[in-house]
């Protein structure tokens, strides 16, 4: 980490880079585009000799489509590559750029974390072992396609239990002006 930009007795805890099951639709998307362009370029073929002018606009067309999807293929692939999150000792640093539109860097203080919840849905997320990490049940932006999610998540409890404000041991009764145990602290509790 990079020590102008931390706080003193800062820790790298966790680093999250999201699962490669994020890579599958740049890859789908590349090879679409080179299927369509054999496409178009074996119908060209197959029309040369009856039109030879739909024949070159076909073509062209193959080299259009393969060249656009190629671009988004590479522009999608870029963008995944981008996305990270970093956990500390004191915060969550989540990193989300995407090439020459948006870059997005979100700060949350970990004393602000309540909850941690993992989400695993999907044949394709328990086979491939990725998941989703919801904080504060949703109130904070959840952390998606993280690898593992099960240790991201015993690795995380301790740091964020540290950082939560201590419960007061004596809960006081205002009918005895006695501090009671804490078992008898319950407002149902029947104790007089």
């Not at 102008?4 to 890579?23: D, R, S």
């Not at 904080?135 to 690898?147: A, F, M, Q, W, Y």
């Amino acid at each position: 980490m990079n020590t102008q930009h931390a706080i003193e007795g800062e820790e790298v805890v966790l680093f999250i880079n999201e699962h490669w099951v994020k890579y599958i639709p740049p890859m789908l998307l590349a090879m679409l585009s080179w299927i369509l362009y054999v496409l178009c370029l074996t119908l060209s073929l197959a029309i040369n000799t009856v039109s030879h002018g739909l024949s070159v606009f076909v073509i062209v067309l193959g080299h259009f489509l393969l060249l656009a999807l190629h671009h988004t293929a590479f522009y999608r692939f870029f963008n995944a590559s981008t996305w990270q999150t970093l956990i500390t000792n004191r915060r969550i640093l989540e990193i989300h750029q995407q090439l020459w539109i948006s870059n997005k860097v979100s700060d949350t203080p970990l004393w602000r974390v309540r909850t941690v919840e993992v989400k695993q849905q999907g044949i394709m997320q328990q086979l491939l072992g990725y998941g989703i990490l919801v904080l504060n049940r949703g109130e904070i932006p959840t952390i998606h396609r993280v690898p593992h999610p099960h240790m991201a998540h015993a690795r995380l409890i301790p740091y964020i239990q540290g950082m939560q404000p201590a419960l007061e041991k004596k809960v006081f009764n205002p009918r005895s002006h006695l501090p009671l145990p804490s078992a008898l602290s319950s407002p149902y509790s029947t104790h007089v």
